[in-house]
């Protein structure tokens, strides 16, 4: 059964304060792993997509890597904005669900 | 450009009452599947479909009814709503099956008493 764990499950950080969130994952064959942003009272939004260990993705001030066994999530000099709930999902072989973590709940203070 | 559209945005039914939860998508995607998100248990999928006339089972199917007769619907149907169903309902679609790019709907939550 494929596992997806996330930490810390909440964060509070100083605008301008770098800081990485961690997926861990179990997952027999990864197809791929995924990141999202949920702000509150709305549906994710998906961030990236990572499909072999040394991958990496970045957008703005979100860079995302991948290992064999977990995936990191950097955030550089946060801004407010960035406040979110971050969404970690793997997909295994058969391509037909994701299987989601819990989140982190990321809070950027000015 | 709509994206996916779910209604209603909240619903307060009984114990035992049915219900069915819009979803609509604009997009052209094959691909449609219904979550819900409960606190501590993350996402779950209920049900998913590759396109029309095309519909399978999720990780917590029981109590849920679908059906897609055409690409952009994808109604939830609850049978006999019970309070363990209370929950964050999502529509996501995407392209095809294979890719996680999922679209998300800005979910229904569902309060049964």
């Known amino acids: 059964e494929d596992q997806v764990t996330q930490s810390p499950e909440a964060l509070r950080l100083q605008e301008g304060e770098s800081s990485s969130l961690n997926c861990s994952y179990t997952v027999s064959g990864l197809r791929g792993l995924f990141w999202y942003r949920q702000d509150p009272g709305k549906g994710p939004e998906f961030l990236f997509t990572?499909?072999?260990a040394g991958e990496e993705k970045e957008k703005e001030r979100l860079k995302a890597t991948l290992t064999k066994k977990e995936s990191f999530l950097h955030i550089t000099a946060p801004k407010p904005e960035d406040s979110a709930t971050y969404l970690c999902a793997v997909q295994g072989p058969s391509g037909s669900r994701l299987t989601f973590g819990e989140g982190t709940q990321l809070t950027v203070n000015p | 450009n709509a994206g996916v559209t779910q209604t209603p945005k909240f619903q307060v039914l009984k114990t035992g009452q049915s219900m069915t939860l819009q979803c609509a998508q604009d997009m052209n995607h094959e691909y449609m599947s219904w979550y819900r998100q409960d606190p501590g248990m993350g996402l779950r999928l209920i049900h998913y479909?590759?396109?029309?006339?095309?519909?399978d089972q999720g990780e917590v199917p029981n109590g849920y009814n679908v059906s897609r007769s055409t690409t952009e619907d994808f109604p939830l149907r609850l049978l006999s709503a019970a309070p363990s169903q209370t929950s964050v309902y999502f529509c996501?679609?995407?392209?095809?099956?294979?890719?996680?790019?999922?679209?998300f709907g800005e979910g229904s939550r569902l309060t049964v008493l």
């Open positions: 996501a679609s995407s392209y095809q099956l294979h890719t996680g790019e999922l679209f």
């Open positions: 479909s590759v396109g029309a006339g095309i519909t």
């Open positions: 990572l499909y072999s």
